[in-house]
């Protein structure tokens, strides 16, 4: 499976951004997918997970209110939508598939692979 994220940039602190990531592949709809970031200088961090169905979701602490993690299984299509950005947002977001079909929803990095190529997101202050 590929997988190709989409929709960063430079924003100022308060605008929103809608990322998406786009996978190849016929068996989409039966694995989980995550959103995960590396900011400046760290590393990588789990953001948001939705399961293989999209009726479970999870995010980490600090943006649980702000994003939304959505997926269509009919467009191959996971979605990050993060509005009230805040400087310290600004990271590389991957994408990537869980290892195991119809798995629960999980935040280590241990339990994904294919990961995509990261898109930059960077909030002004």
């Known amino acids: 499976v590929q997988l190709q994220a989409s929709g960063g940039g430079l924003v100022q602190a308060g605008d929103s951004l809608r990322l998406s990531c786009a996978a190849s592949?016929?068996?989409?709809?039966?694995?989980?997918m995550g959103w995960f970031r590396q900011p400046p200088g760290k590393e990588r961090e789990f953001v948001a997970a939705i399961n293989w169905r999209g009726a479970s979701t999870d995010y980490e602490d600090s943006v649980k209110g702000r994003f939304t993690i959505s997926r269509d299984n009919s467009k191959k299509t996971v979605s990050l939508q993060m509005n009230s950005l805040k400087p310290d947002d600004t990271a590389v977001y991957y994408c990537?598939?869980?290892?195991?079909?119809?798995?629960?929803?999980?935040?280590?990095?241990?339990?994904?692979?294919?990961w995509g190529q990261g898109t930059q997101v960077t909030v002004s202050s």
């Open positions: 592949g016929r068996t989409f709809g039966d694995y989980g």
């Open positions: 990537a598939r869980s290892r195991r079909p119809f798995d629960d929803i999980r935040r280590g990095e241990q339990f994904y692979e294919d």
